[in-house]
């Protein structure tokens, strides 16, 4: 994995019924080692335990090394400011780094959430669009996460 942030599609493929870590895309039911299953066609980071039907990334949660994080997107309102202050933090630019405890990360509550897609990060919030890395304890929903760690890679320009 060589200490980058990678995009899904560069984590490889797995296709049919099997056992075994792994991340990328799947056909069929697959099912392994802190990985989520799913019947259907879906690509996904799937390094979680849990259970997805479908297009999807499963349910659960997982430690993503920093030099490894999960490359998500996430909303800020237009001026760059938060929806929700965090520790103090107002305002994000390309490179803000936020962090909280690992232990408080819950989804829909504590955390650093993003979604796996701009679809579905646009189904939360609209403003400018973030390209975001997430990292730390990760806490897995259907169509979005929450993380211990989030730095902006990017930002869409106004």
């Not at 990678?6 to 799947?26: I, Q, V």
């Not at 998500?72 to 933090?89: K, P, Q």
Request: proline share 4%.
């Amino acid at each position: 994995m060589g200490g980058r942030a990678m995009e899904l599609s560069e984590y490889g493929h797995r296709a049919g019924y099997g056992d075994g870590p792994g991340y990328g895309d799947g056909h069929g039911y697959g099912h392994g080692h802190m990985h989520g299953g799913g019947y259907g066609h879906g690509r996904g980071y799937g390094c979680v335990l849990g259970n997805g039907n479908g297009d999807g990334y499963g349910e659960g949660e997982v430690d993503v090394p920093h030099s490894s994080p999960v490359i998500c997107w996430h909303y800020v309102n237009e001026d760059g400011s938060l929806r929700y202050s965090h520790d103090g933090v107002t305002h994000v630019t390309v490179g803000s780094v936020l962090e909280c405890d690992p232990d408080e990360v819950v989804l829909c509550l504590h955390g650093l959430h993003a979604s796996m897609t701009p679809k579905e990060a646009a189904q939360f919030h609209l403003g400018t669009l973030c390209k975001v890395a997430v990292s730390g304890r990760v806490v897995w929903g259907l169509d979005k996460l929450a993380g211990s760690r989030r730095v902006v890679l990017e930002m869409e320009k106004p």
